[in-house]
């Protein structure tokens, strides 16, 4: 079963307003969450790199206004696209790593801002 | 600039046949390197790895060769099932003990019954 829940896997907005997407790890303590954005036909790009109780470490070229992270405790993590556009459209997919634990992928979320 | 590359988008090949997917890398700071696997509207699944001390890991049905100094890993699958269809990522992480992965593009492969 998945060790990385992502919520939710779709989700439609209107241009302007907020999203909020959660990422949990399910039996496991995660002391590290990544944040990905795949276009179709691309590679996954990192976004963001997510430390429990600290802020997150953002990639280069990666708004850190628009794409507020937070990772409160150590079994989630949650990215917010704020103030959203077509542009932003895509699917975000996060990634968890525990002290005992290998890295494990959530299932992703399909963004669509209309 | 991509330092993790798959040059081929897709690939087909027979049920019974080996399946070979291709990986190059630019960065000699990448001492390990993945394969994951990923279904559609799904998120990627670890497949095998590789340390960059080793030229060759095999578990089970897959395995993945990694030459160094030509900076170039493949993974092969033998014999390919067409539950083996998905695209297939390869992954390198720099020395230094972080977690953080650079991704190819990925490569579909498709196995025909």
């Known amino acids: 079963g998945a060790v990385v829940s992502q919520h939710p896997s779709r989700v439609i907005c209107k241009s302007g307003t907020s999203v909020k997407i959660e990422c949990r790890s399910l039996?496991?303590?995660?002391?590290?969450m990544f944040w990905y954005r795949q276009f179709p036909k691309q590679s996954l790009m990192l976004m963001a790199t997510s430390n429990e109780g600290s802020k997150a470490t953002y990639e280069q070229g990666v708004e850190k206004d628009k794409f507020l992270i937070n990772h409160a405790s150590l079994t989630l993590s949650t990215l917010t696209v704020t103030s959203a556009h077509p542009e932003d459209s895509s699917f975000y997919i996060c990634s968890a790593i525990g002290r005992n634990s290998p890295l494990h992928f959530g299932n992703g979320t399909r963004l669509t801002v209309t | 600039d991509q330092q993790v590359k798959q040059n081929s988008p897709s690939l087909s090949v027979q049920e019974g046949r080996i399946s070979i997917l291709n990986c190059d890398y630019t960065n000699s700071m990448f001492d390990y390197f993945l394969w994951y696997k990923k279904y559609p509207a799904e998120g990627p699944t670890f497949l095998i790895s590789i340390s960059s001390i080793k030229d060759k890991n095999e578990d089970g049905r897959f395995t993945v060769f990694l030459n160094k100094s030509a900076k170039h890993l493949s993974l092969h699958i033998v014999p390919s099932q067409p539950g083996d269809s998905a695209v297939y990522f390869c992954?390198?992480?720099?020395?230094?003990?972080?977690?953080?992965?650079?991704f190819g593009k990925g490569t579909k492969l498709t196995v025909n019954p």
């Open positions: 039996d496991f303590q995660a002391t590290t």
């Open positions: 992954a390198a992480r720099e020395q230094g003990g972080s977690e953080k992965l650079v």
